[in-house]
């Protein structure tokens, strides 16, 4: 089976744009978690995604949203870009909320 | 979820074994012990995970302490390769779970040729 895919894997922005990156689920795995990971700050959990549900919400401000599409493929978009934004954001699939969850390669954006 | 203390750093020679602790003292009884590590440059990846029992894979062994209220990930013979940041994470089972991990700051594991 082909890994978790993350689109795409490096970005860099201007301060005030806004990004949208991409996540493929492994085939079959019906949940899809972002997360955001920073030196300072390190891996912090943004939103969480089942059936096209948004299940859970980390904290984290409005100008981060996502969703999920009817193949479970996710987005996540970041609007008005800050330079504290600047971070490696990780997808990671699983088959239901218990199972183990697969992870990306991450996109790794950068904001000047 | 409850919070897992791990030490911030660990040295191994390769081809030794490893044992990384993890206290967890206010674990519920709903609630797993799951292990991922991230190598650099690359995403998180999952290890193992257990409940009471000790348990064994390919990757590692993790042995959960009587009380639960610690856990210790086991490398048997750990070679360059296993160079990670290794987090020790709880995760609780039940009506109305959330799937997010919640992550600590992790043990970084350098290993010695």
């Known amino acids: 089976k082909a890994g978790v895919t993350q689109t795409p894997r490096y970005l860099i922005k201007t301060r005030g744009q806004q990004v949208t990156l991409s996540c493929s689920p492994i085939?079959?795995?019906?949940?899809v978690s972002w997360y955001q990971q920073t030196p300072g700050q390190g891996l912090q959990f943004l939103f969480e995604y089942f059936s096209e549900t948004q299940r859970n919400k980390g904290n984290f401000p409005g100008r981060f949203s996502g969703r999920q599409f009817s193949n479970s493929r996710s987005e996540m978009n970041v609007s008005t870009l800050e330079l504290g934004d600047s971070a490696l954001y990780l997808c990671?699939?699983?088959?239901?909320?218990?199972?183990?969850?697969?992870f990306g390669p991450g996109t790794r954006l950068t904001v000047l | 979820d409850a919070k897992t203390t791990q030490p911030n750093s660990m040295e191994s020679n390769e081809e030794e074994p490893v044992h990384l602790p993890c206290n967890h003292s206010t674990i519920s009884g709903t609630d797993y012990i799951h292990w991922y590590r991230q190598l650099p440059s690359q995403g998180p990846e999952y290890v193992i995970h257990g409940l009471t029992s000790n348990v064994n894979n390919r990757m590692a062994s993790l042995a959960i302490a009587e009380d639960r209220k610690s856990s210790t990930l086991i490398l048997h013979r750990a070679t360059l390769r296993d160079a990670a940041v290794y987090y020790c994470?709880?995760?609780?089972?039940?009506?109305?779970?959330?799937?997010?991990?919640?992550f600590g700051k992790g043990t970084k594991l350098s290993v010695k040729p």
């Open positions: 994470i709880l995760k609780g089972y039940y009506g109305g779970s959330q799937g997010n991990l919640i």
């Open positions: 990671a699939s699983s088959f239901d909320f218990w199972g183990r969850q697969f």
């Open positions: 085939s079959g795995h019906r949940s």
